[in-house]
């Protein structure tokens, strides 16, 4: 794995992140073991890594901190959350079938509701990828697992 191009450390900022049910935060620390220990991630303007990123959300604007291993500034860049928006809004909706659905439905429909809710994941990173491509060059399993993150910090 080349250090140069990947993610060492991730930091949400907790201001930004409202309370959160159980499931929610399962998700959330999934997600940032698994973005930790494997990514690849290349800022455009060619600063290497190895990288913290601190993720914040101001304004409706996803804001992408990117810094060196001794937490000092290399790049950063934003989003309008607009963009992606949608897609958050009902992969949330999915999610919050899935947990109820994991409490008490077949597993036939938890299943069901779980391939949508993947399905939706699927295409939120993607979109997220494509959004952010002219400011960063990351491999589909980071930019799902960014995603996440992300709706980690919108849920409400």
């Known amino acids: 794995m080349d250090d140069t191009r990947r993610i060492v450390a991730v930091y949400l900022d907790e201001k930004t992140v409202p309370r959160r049910s159980r499931d929610v935060d399962r998700d959330r620390a999934v997600a940032i073991y698994d973005l930790l220990e494997e990514n690849s991630f290349e800022p455009a303007d060619g600063v290497a890594g190895p990288f913290n ?74 979109l997220l990828r494509e959004r952010l491509k002219s400011h960063v060059a990351m491999d589909f399993d980071t930019a799902r697992r960014l995603f996440t993150l992300i709706c980690v910090m919108l849920w409400r």
């Open 53 to 126: 990123l601190h993720i914040s959300v101001e304004e409706n604007r996803l804001r992408l901190d990117v810094r060196n291993q001794e937490d000092g500034p290399l790049t950063e860049f934003t989003l309008p959350l607009t963009t992606v928006r949608s897609v958050i809004k009902d992969y949330m909706m999915m999610c919050e079938s899935y947990y109820e659905a994991i409490k008490i439905a077949s597993p036939s429909k938890i299943e069901a509701i779980d391939m949508g809710r993947r399905g939706l994941h699927n295409e939120g990173s993607e």
